[in-house]
């Protein structure tokens, strides 16, 4: 397994509020990701990295953004956390073909 | 737009018989396939992948395979065991960075 931490674990925040959601990895991968994953939609992707300051959009990116300062770590952000961001957050990166994810935060917006 | 359907939510099968997952596509600039097994309260983990110019890819009890014409492919497990029962996911990549997921289909095995 790729060494994959993502902190918090869990998370239960209001309305409103930012929220950063941290991915650390320790196997020097170039890509990163982020994804969520909620009933009937399996994993979907909100931003990805293809290395340093470079990063781009997923198919759910609307209401986040992400920060790559250094290759190990992979920011989410929630500017303003609505009810619809309630979830579960799954980073991964990957080197070639193969992603290996993280094991997840499960965030509850109230 | 679905690009990876996984249209059986959940699947129940017996203990020493063939499970059997499926997966459709719709792009058929997709050239990369993946099968990942999720457990509860962890990350997806990589089962076993196939390329576009394969049919079949077997490794140990997990063997898919590729219909490219029906943009299909299913992942068989057998014999299956109860350390099968697990949510699984196809992917699909037309690039080597990025994998578009299905919606899963969660595997029971019953003693």
């Known amino acids: 397994d790729a060494g994959i931490t993502q902190s918090p674990r869990h998370k239960v925040t209001e309305t409103g509020t930012p929220v950063t959601l941290r991915c650390h990895q320790t196997?020097?991968?170039?890509?990163m990701y982020w994804y969520r994953q909620d009933p009937g939609h399996g994993l979907r992707l909100i931003h990805y990295s293809y290395g340093v300051k470079d990063t781009d959009k997923g198919e759910v990116s609307d209401g986040y953004s992400v920060s790559r300062s250094k290759t190990e770590d992979f920011l989410l952000t929630l500017e303003s956390a609505t009810s619809s961001q309630t979830s579960v957050y799954f980073c991964?990166?990957?080197?070639?073909?193969?992603?290996?994810f993280g094991p997840g935060t499960r965030l509850t917006v109230l | 737009d679905q690009q990876v359907k996984q249209n059986s939510p959940s699947l129940s099968v017996q203990e020493g018989r063939i499970s059997i997952l499926n997966c459709d596509y719709t792009n058929s600039m997709f050239d990369y396939f993946l099968w990942y097994k999720k457990y509860p309260a962890e990350g997806p983990t990589f089962l076993i992948s196939?390329?576009?110019?394969?049919d079949k890819n077997e490794d140990g009890r997990f063997t898919v395979f590729l219909n490219k014409s029906a943009k299909h492919l299913s992942l068989h497990i057998v014999p299956s065991q109860p350390g099968d029962s697990a949510v699984y996911f196809c992917?699909?990549?037309?690039?080597?960075?990025?994998?578009?997921f299905g919606q899963g289909t969660r595997l029971t095995i019953n003693p």
């Open positions: 196997e020097n991968h170039r890509y």
């Open positions: 196939i390329s576009s110019i394969k």
């Open positions: 992917a699909a990549s037309g690039s080597r960075s990025k994998l578009v």
């Open positions: 991964a990166t990957s080197a070639e073909n193969e992603q290996f």
